[in-house]
């Protein structure tokens, strides 16, 4: 299928990930836009992204975008693009479940010729040892002789506007050289940006995984001196503006990490290097330590509000965001979710404001209440989520929602130093 013009894509899954590459598709194919949420696909039908990855003027103009929860549509296709979550069980192994569905439900429709494309990030060998013998099985056809597979990481950043799919260069492979050459060519043909053919389907998806893997090292790295300078009373962040002074400092600082990709995806390498018999020693550490950050903020601040003699049963904190990272509604795998637990766990009361997510989501989501203003009386306020709307916020005015001798704990470092009573 070496004429680009007789490619007639489907997109399956229709998320942070799905959504912007299908419109970004349909700029230049036909796209079937598939999603087995029915109040997904009716939204967007409507024209909105309660993601707000894409806007509703953008989803009015993809008029070659058709968007169906109904499988029957998927018979017109001959490209199938695969965009599914990749999240992890509650042991922290990789769960494929939502990867195995779309895998059978493509492969119900696989026809001679056709072509499957993964965009989920899993771990090296998953493509073709999970995926494809379920293709072969539901089609009843014989891979890279009756159809062809390919890898294309999807690189999204939710929330972040100025790298969008099309700004992004889109890394590509094939199961055979020709399937390879035409898996890109489809890419480049609507990628602005440009592609990178990778030289196997478990290069590509080695290199997906390892990108956010060596955020995640590089983040827990900072937040162990964060913890070792809290203990040395030094500031962190002081310490930071200091060290990047040097032209060769890597610019990252202390946090929570969560979310579905630099949160999940290293338990995908782990989970393979383990199978194999490595031990993956930098990469396991890593994990720990950052998924140690919500207690180490939790105990932090109670060691404060216990020193003030405020009894922890009486103590009133607001939480100024609850998604995993700064302007997106995402609330998946977020740690503030696990600092307000943790928190909660004390005796403390504590209060939610994000105005990117619904109370009703977060209520069905974690049982937790969200709070449509910010009141007062607070002992302490914790800025957990960089959102835009926080930064026009000034240290005096949150001082006003507080009690005195309350306390304003900084994660985030909107504030200079001295303006914050607590930072990582």
Not at 155 to 176: A, F, Q
Not at 253 to 261: E, K, Y
């Amino acid at each position: 299928m070496s004429d680009l013009s007789e490619l007639k894509p489907a997109v399956i899954g229709l998320g942070y990930v799905g959504l912007p590459l299908a419109v970004e598709m349909a700029k230049k194919y036909n796209v079937i836009g598939f999603d087995i949420d029915h109040r997904r696909v009716r939204d967007l039908q409507n024209s909105l992204d309660r993601t707000k990855e894409v806007s509703t003027a953008e989803l009015i103009e993809s008029v070659a975008l058709q968007f169906s929860n109904e499988k029957k549509h998927l018979a017109e296709c001959n490209i199938y693009i695969i965009t599914v979550p990749t999240p992890i069980d509650k042991a922290k192994y990789p769960d494929l479940l939502p990867l195995i569905s779309a895998s059978k439900t493509v492969g119900n429709y696989l026809k001679a010729g056709d072509i499957v494309v993964y965009e989920s990030t899993v771990y090296p060998g998953a493509t073709e040892e999970v995926c494809v013998p379920i293709l072969e099985a539901e089609a009843n056809l014989t891979f890279n002789q009756d159809f062809f597979v390919g890898y294309s990481p999807e690189r999204i950043n939710p929330g972040d506007k100025e790298h969008r799919v099309g700004d992004i260069m889109k890394v590509t492979s094939g199961s055979n050289e020709t399937i390879a050459s035409t898996i890109d060519d489809f890419y480049a043909s609507f990628i602005s940006a440009g592609t990178y053919k990778a030289s196997s389907i478990k290069v590509a998806e080695a290199a997906k995984v390892i990108e956010n893997t060596q955020r995640d090292v590089n983040i827990a790295l900072i937040n162990e001196l964060a913890s070792l300078f809290d203990k040395l009373e030094i500031d962190t962040h002081a310490v930071l503006e200091a060290a990047a002074t040097k032209w060769n400092f890597l610019n990252f600082v202390p946090g929570l990490v969560g979310g579905h990709c630099i949160g999940v995806d290293p338990y995908y390498l782990t989970y393979k290097a383990q199978e194999v018999g490595h031990h993956p020693e930098l990469i396991s550490a890593g994990r720990r330590v950052n998924d140690a950050m919500p207690k180490f903020i939790a105990d932090k601040l109670i060691r404060t509000l216990m020193k003030s003699k405020i009894p922890l049963q009486s103590a009133k904190i607001l939480v100024l965001g609850a998604t995993f990272k700064e302007n997106c509604p995402d609330l998946r795998n977020s740690k503030v979710i696990e600092l307000v637990t943790i928190l909660q766990g004390y005796g403390l009361d504590v209060d939610i404001f994000d105005p990117h997510i619904s109370s009703e989501e977060l209520q069905a989501k974690h049982d937790l209440r969200l709070s449509s203003e910010i009141k007062g009386g607070y002992n302490a306020i914790i800025l957990a989520v960089k959102h835009s709307e926080f930064l026009d916020f000034t240290s005096s005015f949150l001082r006003s929602k507080l009690i005195t001798d309350g306390v304003i704990f900084d994660l985030k470092n909107i504030f200079p130093l001295g303006e914050a009573d607590l930072r990582l």
